[in-house]
């Protein structure tokens, strides 16, 4: 996905404002940092499914010793 990313803001930096108006893009910078917040965002979200998998694991292994006392 990053690399979209990066091929959607280099085809938004390489276009005139003539072209990019013609697509209905009419802030280029608006969208480079609303893609570049969508990517930052995408980041966060898997870090933190990641950690709560990880402490799904860690309740499921206490979980566990605690039903055997």
């Known amino acids: ?7 959607l803001i280099h085809f938004l930096n ?4 003539k ?8 802030d280029k ?3 480079i940092l609303t893609i570049k917040k969508v990517l930052t965002m995408k980041n966060f979200v898997q870090n933190l499914e990641r950690k709560c998998q990880e402490m799904q ?5 206490f979980a566990e010793k605690f039903t055997i006392l």
């Open 29 to 31: 910078i608006g969208t």
């Open 57 to 61: 694991v860690e309740i499921n292994a």
């Open 14 to 17: 390489t276009h005139t404002r």
């Open 19 to 26: 072209q990019l108006a013609a697509l209905d893009i009419r």
């Open 1 to 7: 996905m990053p690399e979209q990313a990066d091929r």
